[in-house]
């Protein structure tokens, strides 16, 4: 008989935001009137830009047209969308990125899951907490960690502790360890990192030769950090293609780790073979419409719907405030973070609002241990929901 990858079997029952589909399912079926507003997962909810709009139409033309049609493109990604993400989010920054440290993926939540593959399984990972599950649950289906403790930490890892102690903060570890994960601005606190902050990671990762997986943005605008950082980066939240999917990771030659005859082997010519044998590149179409960002009228539009975004969470923060709940996050990033009421569960909390005020929202737990007693809202609803939402959690939640 076939055996079983056991290290899956460490993991909780569901992943967090399948047990929320679950929840949500039941009470709506119990109660079918009710108008439910989802605050949970961070999908958006304004339509793309007009410029991809436009470039994905022209590339769906051009595939109608024996002449102009593409088949397999290369896995890393088509060179007039890595051009542009090089000038517009790299050079024009001073920074050096090669066109061969890019590649073009189907989001960074991939990514972010895959990368651990081309780590070997006795790296010792330090993650914050709480985190963004991906990063966690993929370093144990892959066997770099112990079992979940009662304490609801995993044996093996290093947990990085970030609440309103340390302003959100995480410290530096006391143990050395191989692999660490940064995310800034922040999923799920919606805090970020000073460049202060961020240097601390950086020295310490050359210190003990470690590698930083940093989701997020401009990590390499930190002094040594193209040395010892991969970055993520994703389309998703900026213009709008949860659905759509793009993304892309940077991976410098510099970035190296060490193979078991002591020898530095570069981890971009790895990931190079992981994307070239496992993924057959973005969809053309997806890849143009990702380029247009990058145009004078693209630009303007993206910045126009994260202000549209970003104006959510500042409804949501101060409405939060003016109902007396203690609110985080929501200025540099689309997620709020807040303190449940009189230190609820957050699970707790989660059932309170979705049978109260019939709004979901994330449970803090889900993000780890020290998630608990928080929560989670996102700010990419519409602008009406946004406001009805927090209408209803002034005047409706009983707390």
Same mark, same amino acid.
Request: with cysteine; proline share 5%.
């Given at each position: 008989?076939?055996?079983i990858?056991?290290n899956?079997?460490?993991? #909780? ?13 039941a009470?709506?079926e119990a109660n ?5 507003i ?9 339509p793309?830009? #007009?410029a991809?709009?436009?470039?994905m139409?022209k590339?769906?033309d051009?595939?109608?047209?024996a002449?102009?049609f593409?088949?397999?493109g290369p ?5 007039f969308?890595?051009?542009?993400i090089i ?6 920054? *001073?920074? @050096?990125?090669a066109? @061969?440290?890019?590649f073009i993926? @189907?989001g960074?939540?991939?990514d972010c899951?895959?990368i651990?593959?081309i780590?070997?399984?006795d ?8 985190v ?8 144990v289906m892959? *066997?770099?960690t112990?079992?979940l ?12 502790p970030c609440?309103a102690?340390n ?13 660490i994960?940064l ?9 970020t ?9 950086v ?9 930083i997986?940093?989701? %997020?943005?401009y990590?390499y605008?930190?002094?040594?950090a193209?040395?010892?950082?991969? +970055?993520f980066?994703s389309?998703s939240?900026?213009?709008g293609f949860?659905?759509?999917?793009? &993304? ?11 193979? %078991?005859?002591?020898s530095l ?7 190079n073979?992981?994307h070239?044998?496992?993924f ?7 890849q143009? &419409?990702?380029a247009?960002?990058?145009?004078? +009228? ?5 910045k126009?719907?994260i ?5 959510? %969470?500042?409804?949501?923060r101060?409405?939060?405030? %003016?109902?007396?709940i203690?609110?985080?996050g929501?200025?540099?990033? #689309?997620?709020? /973070?807040l303190k ?5 569960p957050? /699970? @707790?909390?989660f059932?309170?609002l979705?049978t109260?005020v019939?709004i979901? &929202? ?10 608990? *007693? ?19 959690i002034?005047n409706?939640?009983?707390?």
């Open positions: 008989m076939a055996t990858n056991d899956y079997l460490k993991l #909780p029952g569901s992943y967090l935001f399948a047990e929320i589909a679950r929840r949500v399912a009470f709506k079918p009137e009710a108008d439910i989802r605050l949970g997962i961070g999908d958006v909810t304004q793309l830009p #007009p991809c709009i436009e470039a139409h590339a769906v051009e595939l109608a047209n002449d102009t593409r088949g397999y896995e890393q990604g088509y060179s969308l890595t051009d542009a000038e517009h989010n790299y050079k024009a920054r *001073g920074i @050096d990125i066109s @061969d440290e890019i993926s @189907d960074s939540k991939s899951g895959n651990q593959e780590f070997g399984t790296n010792h990972v330090a993650i914050t907490d709480p963004y599950p991906v990063y966690l649950d993929t370093n892959a *066997g770099r112990g079992t403790q009662e304490d609801g930490h995993f044996e093996g890892v290093t947990y990085l609440d102690s302003d959100f903060a995480p410290a530096l570890p006391k143990e050395r360890v191989d692999m994960y995310c800034c601005p922040n999923n799920p606190t919606g805090t990192l000073s460049r202060a902050e961020l240097k601390k990671w020295d310490y990762a050359h210190e003990n030769e470690s590698v997986l940093f989701d %997020a943005a990590v605008e930190i002094e040594g193209k040395d010892v950082a991969i +970055e980066r389309f939240k900026t213009a949860t659905g759509t999917r793009c &993304g892309y990771t940077i991976i410098p030659k510099t970035v190296k780790g060490r193979a %078991a005859d002591g082997v570069e981890f971009n010519k790895l990931w073979r992981r070239t044998t496992k057959n590149g973005t969809a053309y179409i997806v143009r &419409g990702a247009a960002i990058y145009t004078e +009228e693209g630009q303007k539009q993206v126009e719907t202000a549209y975004y970003m104006e959510n %969470a500042r409804i949501i101060e409405g939060l405030q %003016a109902a007396g203690k609110a985080y929501g200025v540099n990033a #689309p997620y709020i /973070w449940t009421p009189d230190n609820m957050s /699970w @707790d909390f059932d309170k979705l109260e019939h979901v &929202g994330t449970p803090g737990a889900g993000f780890g241990p020290c998630g608990e *007693g928080y929560f989670r809202l996102t700010a990419f609803g519409n602008r009406e929901n946004t406001v009805r939402a927090v209408e209803r002034k409706q939640l009983h707390i």
